[in-house]
C-alpha cells in the first residue's frame, strides 16, 4: 500500500466549529441557559429517586467534577422541595419527671418559633407576676393570720402550763436559754435564801412539783413541731394558691393557643405544676451577690438557672419555609451532621443543660434533602458509620463523638430521639461509588439510586448552541466581556480536544468557563470589547506555558543528545514509539526509542521491562500478545527457536499499558527480517494476535509531542506520526501541527493492521501467503520466515550433535 493511501487529510486531523454556522453574533444575542446539558441519564435518575418515598432510595450523584453534578442536584431538588410542604418545627423542653432526658415537641412549621417566644414573655411576666403577688396585702394579710394563729396556738399552751404551775406554787418565767421554773409566793419569785428558809419537807414538794413541771413543759414542747409543721402546710397552701392565681391565668392562656398540640397542651401543664411547687425561684434573692447562670450561656444575676428550664430551645426552625428545605453541608463533621450538645464553665465545672442542645444538618435537613461530598464524609471520624445507623433506625439522636465511641462516662443529657424523613444526595467521584459498591455491604441497601453524569456530549448543531448559551450565561454572571461567534467555536473546539474525540464535546464545563475567564483577562489586555479567537487561543497557550516546565525540559534533552531518539534515517530493529505522561493538569507525549535484538535460542520474546519490574501487566499482555502473533503466522509445521529481547531504552520508571505493542512488533520484525525502519516516523497504537491494529488513548498528544521534537531538530518534510485508523475520529491536533501537515513539513498516517506499518516503515511489500502456502520472494514476511527457518535449523544440528560418519578429527575440530 502506497503511503499516500495511509495519510490522513488534513481536514480531519483538526475539524473545526464553524463559526458562522452558530447563527449569532456574540454571545449578548443568546439567552441564558439554565439547564444542565446533555445529562439526561443522571436527571432521570435523580428525578427518580427523589420521588420514592420508600427507605433506602437516597441518591449517590457520580461523575468526576467540574460537569455540573452540584448544578443538576441543586436544580432537581428545588424543583421538588418546592413542591412539598414545610416540614415541622422541633423544639427540645426540660422533662419534669426525668431532667437528663429533654423532651422532643413536634410543632407545625412556625409554631415553633412562636412557642420559644411565648415562653419566654410568659417567664419574663411571672418574674414580675409572682413576686408582686407575694407583695399584696391580701397575701401579707393572709399570712399574718397564719403566723398569729401559730403563735396563739403557742401562747395558749405556755399560757396552760403556767396556770398549771402557778395553781402550785410554782412560776414559770423566761431565760435566756428558754423556759424554767422555780418556786413563787405570792405571785413572786421567791429568792434562794426564802427557799432555803422553808422547811424541808416544803422544799422536797416544791422541788418535785418543778419536775413534774418540767415534763409538762417537754410534752407541751413536743407539741410545737406539729404545730410549726402545721403552719409551714398552711403556708405552702396559702403559696400555691397565690402562685396558681398569678400563674394560671397565664398557662391557660397559652394552653388554649396549644390546643391542638396535645403534647404541647401536656407540656405546659407540667410547667403550671412545677411553677407552683417551687415559686421560691421566682421571688428575690436572698444573697443577691450569688451569680446564676444567664440565659445565653453566660452568667446574668437577672436570671435563674432555674427559669430556663421552663423555656424552649428552638432546634428546627421552618418559620421562614415556602417548601421542603434543601441543605447543603460542606464541612459534614459528626457535630455538623447530627448536632451537639454544648458545656458552659460554671464555678469550675462544665454544665449543660437542654437549652444548650444544638441541631445539626440533619436536623435542618430533615422532611427535605440533604446534600453531602462523599468524600468529606468518608473522612470525618464516625460521620459515615453514624449516617448509616441514622439512616437505618430512621431516627435522629444527639449525642456527642465521645458518646458514640464509648469514650465517656460522665453524666450528660440523653435527648428523645426526632424521627427522620430525609433524602440524602451524596456526590462523590465514580471511583468511590465503586468502592463503596464492593466494601461496605450496607452501602446497596441505603444507596439504591446511582445517578452517572455524562462526561461527554454529542457533538452537533443543537449542542454547540446549547453549549454557547451556558457559555454566555456564565460570561454574564460573572461579567466578563461578550464572546464573539469565532471566540465561542474556539471554545467548543476545546471541548471536543477534552474530550478525546472529535465528534463529542466535554461537559466539564467548569473548565470552559474558566477558559473564558482567562480569555477575557486577554482581552481586556488588549483593549478589546469583544473577546475574539485568538484571545481564547492565547489563555490556551498560557495554560501549557504555566505548567509546560518539565515537558520542555524533556524536549531539551532530546535535542541535546542525552535522550537518544532519531527523526532522520533508518535502522534494524529499531522504533519510535510514543506514550503520555500526565503530570499536574499537563498531559503531553514522549518519544521512547524501542529497541529489539534477536538471535537463535529458545527463549522466545524476553520483555526487558517486565524482568526488571518496571512493565506493568497491560503492557506485558502486549509482549505475550506478541508471540501469539509470531506463532501464528510463521513457521505453523516447525517450533520457534528464537531469542529476542525488546526494551523501551533510556527508560528509568515505570511502563504499563499496550499502545506501543504496535511499535514493538515492527522493531521485532525488523530485527528478525534485517529490514531497517524509518526513524522519522514515530509509532502509536496496540495490536492484537492477528495483526490488527487497536485503537489507544493521547493521540493528540502523542502526535504533539513527535512534532515538537522534530521542530527542534529542523523540519525535513518527511517525518510524521503512525496512528491506528480507529483513531482518526478522535484527532484535534494543535493549531501549528494541522498548519505544518497542510503545507506538507509533517505527516500523519492511519493502518488499519500490521502490514500497513510495515509497507510504510519499510518501503517494502509485506506479502501475503499464495496458493502454496509461501510468501512471495523478497518481501517483508518472507524474511522474517526465512530467518526463523535458518534459526530452527540451525538449532536442529545443534542439537543432533557431530555426524556419526564423519572422522573423529573432523568431529572434534
Known sequence: MDAADLKISTDLLRRTTDPDA?????????????????????????????GMRAPGYNIFVLGPTGHGRRRIVSRLLAEAAGKRPPPPDWCYVHNFDDPHRPKALKLPPGRGARLKADMDTAIEELKAAIPGAFESDDYGARRRAIDEELQQAQ??????????????????????????????????????????????????????????????????????????????????????????????????????????????????????????????????????????????????????????????????DNSQSAGAPVVAEDHPTHPNLFGRIEHIAQFGALATDFNLIVGGALHRANGGFLVLDARHVLTQPMAWEELKRTLRA????????????????????????????????????????????????????????????????????????????????????????????????????????????????????????????????????????????????????????????????????????????????????????????????????QPSRITARVRMGRGGVLDVEREAKLGGPLHTKGMMILQGFLAQNYLPDRPLTLSASLVFEQSYGGVDGDSASMAELCALLSAIAGLPLRQDLAMTGSVNQHGASQAIGGVNEKIEGFFDVCRTSGLTGSQGVVIPHANVRHLMLRDDVTEAAAAGRFHVYAVRTVDDALALLTGTEPGARGADGAFPERCVHRMVEDRLAAFAEAARKFGAGPDKDMPAKEAQS
Do not use: C, W
Not at 419536775?211 to 403556708?235: C, D, I, S
Not at 403534647?263 to 405546659?268: D, K, P, R, T, Y
Open 22 to 50: 452558530l447563527g449569532f453574533g456574540t454571545t449578548d444575542d443568546l439567552q441564558d441557559m439554565d439547564e444542565v446539558i446533555a445529562q439526561d441519564r443522571a436527571i432521570e435518575a435523580v428525578q427518580f429517586g427523589v
Open 394 to 589: 430512621r431516627e435522629l439522636r444527639v449525642e456527642s463523638l465521645y458518646q458514640a465511641l464509648g469514650m465517656i462516662s460522665t453524666v450528660t443529657l440523653e435527648p428523645a430521639p426526632i424521627p427522620l424523613d430525609v433524602k440524602i444526595v451524596l456526590v462523590g467521584d465514580r471511583m468511590l461509588y465503586y468502592m463503596l459498591s464492593a466494601y461496605d455491604p450496607e452501602f446497596g441497601e441505603l444507596f439504591k439510586i446511582a445517578a452517572d453524569i455524562e462526561d461527554e456530549a454529542k457533538r452537533d448543531a443543537r449542542s454547540a448552541v446549547d453549549f454557547a448559551r451556558v457559555l454566555a450565561t456564565a460570561a454574564r454572571a460573572d461579567g466578563l466581556r461578550p464572546f464573539g461567534a469565532a471566540a465561542v467555536a474556539r471554545v467548543l473546539d476545546h471541548a471536543v480536544r477534552r474530550a478525546g474525540d472529535a465528534e463529542r464535546l466535554s461537559t466539564q464545563m467548569g473548565d470552559l468557563v474558566d477558559l473564558a475567564r482567562e480569555a477575557d483577562r486577554f482581552a481586556e489586555e488588549a483593549g478589546a470589547a469583544v473577546v475574539a479567537a485568538s484571545h481564547v487561543k492565547a489563555a490556551e497557550e498560557a495554560r501549557i506555558r504555566r505548567v509546560g516546565r518539565l515537558r520542555d525540559r524533556l524536549y531539551e534533552r532530546i535535542a541535546q543528545d542525552v535522550v537518544l531518539i532519531d527523526v532522520e534515517g533508518s535502522a534494524v530493529g529499531q522504533m519510535n514509539g510514543l506514550s503520555v505522561l500526565q503530570i499536574g493538569e499537563l498531559s503531553f507525549g
Open 155 to 316: 401562747q395558749a399552751l405556755f399560757q396552760q402550763i403556767g396556770q398549771e404551775a402557778e395553781a402550785k406554787g410554782i412560776a414559770l418565767v423566761r431565760t435566756p436559754m428558754g423556759f424554767a421554773f422555780a418556786p413563787a409566793k405570792d405571785g413572786e419569785v421567791m429568792t434562794p435564801e426564802a427557799f432555803r428558809q422553808l422547811p424541808e419537807d416544803e422544799q422536797k414538794r416544791i422541788q418535785a412539783e418543778i419536775q413534774h413541771m418540767q415534763g409538762r413543759m417537754q410534752e407541751v414542747m413536743a407539741r410545737a413541731p406539729a404545730l410549726e409543721k402545721e403552719h409551714r402546710a398552711k403556708v405552702r397552701e396559702l403559696d400555691r394558691e397565690v402562685t396558681r392565681f398569678a400563674v394560671g391565668h397565664l398557662i391557660d392562656e397559652l394552653q388554649r393557643g396549644y390546643a391542638d398540640l396535645p403534647e404541647v397542651h401536656a407540656h405546659l401543664e407540667a410547667v403550671e405544676a412545677d411553677i407552683v411547687e417551687n415559686a421560691s425561684q421566682f421571688l428575690p434573692q436572698q444573697n443577691p451577690m450569688m451569680p446564676q447562670m444567664g440565659a445565653d450561656g453566660g452568667f446574668d444575676g437577672a436570671e435563674r438557672a432555674v427559669h430556663r428550664r421552663y423555656k424552649a430551645n428552638l432546634v428546627v
